[in-house]
């Protein structure tokens, strides 16, 4: 549809390996295996960094990660990035962010203040009894409450865009299931057993019928590995798997012009369903970055 209600999920250290619908290992994430044969289903993406702040910006603001610096820290340069909260607020969305840790670490308020989110929900907003991991609260509190907040919201009323960051999945790997050995594994069985609790009853709601919910990873750990990403929900016409090679930052492009929306300001996205433009993948680590396309993986270490 034109105009559908978004929900980005970023994923919490997600990355391929984990995954088996993207060539990951088997058993971790049932319900992300079932759930993308339902939607579009990307196999190629890949992460522009190693941190989540960096991740974010990636994601969201369609602009590449450095190897030495995270954006983020400096509001007076984010503040001046194009986002898609910011493209989708010209057309009358309502942006909104939860995050069920701290928002001021590593700046993320003024980030998404300034990237036009317009309400914040973070640890803060939770009793103390629902913070129970060393970051805040974890995925099952805060799937909840995304999933009450969008109960409430009419149907006809404004387009929406929410975005929401997990937590459980990010070292201690502290979480109320235990299921597999691997803390960091059984951590992202218990994000995944969340998020199909939470699609199963979403799918029940008439807001369902209009909406687009993006499943996308923040980073991974190791590289070159690729990402998931997921693309659900009524909004979409079909089931489809695209193999092109791609990054985090393509995902603005992608999206808007999916909506007829302009795209000249995103300078480093590429829409991932274009075949006239490059596809490939580029991401950085520590002092280095990387190069993927279908000639293979070039690493450069500074």
């Known amino acids: 549809t034109t105009r559908p209600n978004i929900l980005i999920i970023i994923m919490e250290s997600f990355t391929a390996n984990a995954i088996e619908a993207v060539g990951g290992e088997p058993g971790i994430t049932p319900n992300l295996n079932r759930l993308s044969k339902e939607g ?3 196999t190629n993406l890949y992460a522009n960094s190693f941190r989540t702040d960096r991740g ?3 994601v969201l603001n369609g602009y590449l990660a450095q190897p030495t610096t995270s954006i983020m820290k400096y509001p007076v340069k984010s503040q001046t990035l194009p986002s898609i909260a910011k493209s989708l607020n010209k057309e009358g969305y309502t942006a909104d962010m939860l995050y069920g840790g701290d928002i001021n670490f590593t700046n993320m308020q003024s980030y998404f203040y300034s990237s ?3 309400k914040i929900t973070a640890d803060r907003d939770f009793p103390l009894s629902s913070r129970l991991s060393k970051w805040g609260a974890n995925d099952d509190i805060t799937f909840s409450h995304l999933y009450e907040d969008i109960k409430q919201r009419p149907v006809d009323g404004k387009p929406w865009l929410s975005t929401f960051l997990t937590l459980s999945s990010h070292e201690p790997f502290e979480v109320p299931f235990h299921h597999l050995e691997h803390p960091y594994l059984n951590s992202v069985a218990f994000t995944d057993s969340c998020i199909g609790n939470f699609i199963d009853t979403f799918k029940e ?4 019928k209009n909406t687009v919910v993006i499943f996308v990873s923040d980073h991974g750990y190791r590289y070159p590995e690729n990402m998931p990403m997921l693309w659900l929900g009524g909004a979409i016409a079909e089931p489809k798997v695209i193999d092109t090679y791609a990054n985090q930052t393509d ?3 992608t999206l808007l012009n999916q909506m007829g929306l302009p795209t000249d300001e995103f300078s480093f996205s590429k829409d991932i ?3 006239c433009v490059p596809h490939y993948a580029f991401y950085t680590f520590n002092n280095g970055f990387g190069f993927i396309d ?3 993986v ?3 270490d500074n």
């Open 40 to 42: 579009v289903l990307f």
């Open 56 to 58: 974010l910006v990636s």
């Open 116 to 118: 036009g989110y317009s």
């Open 205 to 208: 709601l008439p807001a369902w």
């Open 251 to 253: 995902l603005a492009a």
């Open 273 to 275: 369903l274009n075949p």
């Open 294 to 296: 279908e000639s293979g």
């Open 298 to 300: 070039s690493v450069y």
